[in-house]
């Protein structure tokens, strides 16, 4: 169902940016009324990076240039994930974001996990927002100071200013949009070549569709191709001290610091991975970073999208060699042999026990060795590290019970649901699913959590006793205060 004075996005502006000014537009003063009525649903996050429920969102325009498809790729940053995930996981990841909530998007895409630092607040150049007020009237937040690493507006040359409203965990459903300030220092900066090349690779990325994704032995194949073209490897080994030295000499040490993407010669460091069989997805930067470091000529990164997706990574078995008679005698023997162990220790201790057993009979019975292998495999079951639960109950408890203090003591406090009162703790989501195993926790949150009628009691009782209903004395203005309606409010209250 469409809806009537909906505002179109602007060109390259955030989903986030395009809710604050519908909320402005729509005169909507509680954001969970926004949600309902451009989702149909109040409990949605306002996600900065993708948005969520973007069906509902493109079928609220009813426009057809503005499909779910358009809106996730030219209004949220997810094109900057999407190139670097296999398939399948893209796949995955886009049907969360069209239909239903983005909550296990940012696990399922990397983002939690991702070594790269996202910012928490919103940042903007001053001088496009007086721009946009003056072309537009209004204000909205561009997807491109979103992006980590870019730190400056490359159109007039100054410093990304940082908004000081962060995006909260308690204030999860709110929308806001940046505010014109007069009051702002523009001074004049130096446009490093590393950042004028990473502001057009990401305008490139930006505004890429349709690319097939590699395959994670794409990525190591190429990475090892890569490492050969440019003389940094010695045979099938990466010289890593040389492409530290060109990674560093390309990028300062306190930027890649600032982005998370410290550069150093530990065995588990980014670098050094990347040359390795790909595993996991590596982000956007870490593939800008180490193919601008070592290509002299500036990184297309369509082209060698398009050419990783093309290598052929299927990998051909030698033959075994082949027996004669001076060596049937001793085939026998490490056949018996080998199966004596494999019963006793299984395939993975028989081959680190009798090496060179193993690798007399690879070179020259392998069928033979795979088969007797396969029949003896031990399942692996690695014994996790216990912990205490019920001392770990107790520790929660005790912080628990402090944060409900506080709570009742502040009559201005949201309401005090289970969620808000666990955004107290820093590891929120493990205590949220681990509460099975929290009997005194979840009993605490239980019965201390705020119901919608007390939490509806509290705010006409505050209004009551410090508000200015003694002046006024009407029971609308009491209501309107209060944030209520005849419509909303309970039986209880």
């Known amino acids: 169902m469409s809806i009537n004075n909906l505002p179109l996005p602007y060109h390259d502006e955030l989903l986030f940016s395009v809710m604050a000014r519908a909320k402005v537009h729509l005169n909507f003063q509680s954001p969970k009324t926004l949600l309902k009525t451009v989702y149909g649903h109040s409990g949605l996050r306002a996600s900065i990076r993708f948005g969520s429920n973007l069906c509902s969102l493109a079928n ?131 446009l490093e070549p590393f950042l004028c090349g990473l502001n057009e690779f990401v305008v490139t990325l930006l505004t890429l569709r349709h690319i097939q994704n590699p395959t994670f032995a794409q990525w190591s194949a190429y990475y090892q191709a890569l490492a050969t073209s440019t003389g940094c490897n010695r045979g099938k080994c990466i010289k890593h001290e ?115 057993a193993y690798a007399w009979l690879y070179r020259h019975d392998r069928a033979w060795l795979l088969s007797m292998n396969s029949n003896y495999r031990n399942s692996s079951n690695p014994k996790k590290a216990k912990v205490d639960w019920n001392a770990r109950d107790k520790s929660y408890a005790r912080k628990l019970v402090k944060v409900i203090d506080n709570a009742e003591a502040d009559i201005y406090a949201p309401q005090h649901t289970k969620s808000w009162l666990l955004t107290h703790f820093p590891n929120k989501p493990s205590i949220e699913k681990w509460l099975p195993k929290l009997p005194i926790t979840n009993s605490l949150l ?32 009491l209501m309107r205060v209060s944030g209520l309606n005849k419509y909303r409010l309970t039986q209880t209250t």
């Open 242 to 356: 040389k492409i530290h030295s060109m990674v560093t000499q390309k990028f300062p040490k306190k930027w890649l610091k600032s982005v998370g993407l410290v550069v150093n010669s530990e065995e588990s460091n980014w670098t050094r991975g990347i040359f390795r069989k790909h595993r996991k997805s590596f982000s956007f930067l870490e593939h800008y970073i180490i193919n601008s470091s070592l290509l002299t000529s500036p990184w297309d990164v369509k082209e060698t999208l398009n050419a990783v997706s093309r290598y052929n990574t299927v990998r051909c078995l030698k033959p075994s060699r082949l027996i004669n008679t001076h060596t049937t005698d001793l085939l026998e023997s490490y056949r018996e042999s080998w199966v004596s162990l494999l019963k006793v220790k299984g395939a993975k201790q028989s081959r680190v026990t009798a090496g060179a």
């Open 446 to 477: 239980i019965k201390y959590a705020e119901t919608t009628s007390e939490y509806q009691i509290r705010r006409i009782t505050r209004n009551l006793m410090f508000g200015e209903y003694s002046k006024v004395k009407r029971l609308w203005y």
């Open 60 to 190: 609220s325009y009813n426009y057809p240039s503005l499909s779910p498809q358009a809106l996730l790729y030219e209004h949220t940053l997810w094109p900057l994930l999407a190139p670097f995930i296999p398939y399948e996981r893209k796949e995955y990841c886009e049907a969360m974001l069209l239909g239903q909530r983005d909550k296990s998007v940012t696990v399922s895409s990397g983002i939690a996990a991702s070594r790269v630092l996202y910012s928490k607040h919103l940042r903007y150049c001053p001088l496009c927002i007086q721009e946009q007020y003056g072309s537009t009237g209004e204000t909205y937040w561009q997807r491109l100071p979103q992006v980590p690493g870019i730190s400056l507006c490359v159109k007039h040359m100054c410093s990304l200013a940082v908004h000081k409203r962060a995006a909260s965990r308690i204030n999860q459903h709110e929308y806001f949009a940046p505010v014109l300030s007069k009051e702002f220092v523009i001074s004049p900066l130096t």
